[in-house]
């Protein structure tokens, strides 16, 4: 299986589904995803949170234990590092790659608002001294947030970061065209947004996207799933089939099975 670095720089952007709990991950493994990603919203929610204030931190580590079992690529994130400590940041890291995860996402935005970009340069640093072989996604938070909104200030930012020892950089909220490729031509590492609207996975990645993450959007999506199911059966309309019980009974079966080897 290829490096999660290599997926980076393959021919087609790497396509990356963002699990909430082990049953999600494990079907975005069965559906032969190379690599799966953890949601902070989706995990905050799960646990009855709302996401950011640094919550969503034991849940997290306490996935991440389970799905680094799984033979697919784990990458965690990690909102910002739940601390304004760099080395504290970087103990934890460290603590997931002792898990086996081979990436993060480091924030640079805390409580929904953008940090000093030397406190993000510093938890960057500190982590790629300390798991050398962890993919640092880091994410510039600009436009997600509405603050300092415009390409020139992403730009800056990721430079910096790459210049900390980024491995990548993500711009949520990043979803104009031409601003997708004026921010792909000036970054010198694999670019990650999120899923568009209205762009195909291709189309991004002709744009210079290099990682495509789908978020908190299966998450999201469930939810509505079960409302409309929910909904079908008060209407006394006919619901829609579903992977059966028996199915995802045999994964979890086998997941014990395995994990207790």
Request: glycine share 8%.
């Amino acid at each position: 299986m290829a490096s999660f670095w290599e997926l980076h720089h393959a021919d087609a952007p790497l396509l990356l589904p963002n699990a909430w709990d082990l049953g999600s991950a494990l079907a975005f493994a069965e559906a032969g995803f190379s690599a799966v990603g953890t949601t902070s919203f989706g995990i905050a929610a799960s646990a009855g949170l709302p996401d950011g204030a640094r919550s969503s931190k034991a849940a997290t580590a306490a996935l991440a234990t389970q799905l680094c079992s799984l033979p697919v690529h784990i990458t965690t994130d990690i909102e910002d590092g739940y601390s304004d400590d760099p080395s504290e940041v970087a103990d934890f890291v460290a603590q997931l790659a002792a898990f086996g995860v081979a990436g993060i996402n480091v924030e640079d935005s805390t409580d929904g608002h953008l940090v000093d970009p030397a406190v993000s340069i510093a938890k960057v640093a500190a982590v790629k001294r300390s798991s050398p072989a962890v993919f640092i996604n880091a994410r510039v938070d600009n436009l997600w947030f509405r603050e300092q909104a415009t390409v020139d200030a992403v730009v800056r930012r990721a430079s910096a970061y790459a210049d900390a020892g980024a491995d990548g950089i993500f711009v949520p909220g990043l979803a104009d065209p031409e601003d997708i490729r004026s921010v792909t031509a000036a970054i010198g590492l694999p670019v990650n947004v999120l899923a568009h609207a209205s762009l195909t996975v291709a189309e991004l990645g002709g744009l210079g996207v290099r990682r495509v993450s789908s978020g908190s959007l299966p998450y999201r999506a469930a939810l509505d799933a079960a409302v409309n199911i929910a909904n079908a059966l008060r209407g006394g309309r006919h619901v829609p089939a579903a992977t059966s019980y028996w199915e995802i009974q045999s994964r979890l079966v086998s997941f014990s099975h395995d994990s207790a080897e």
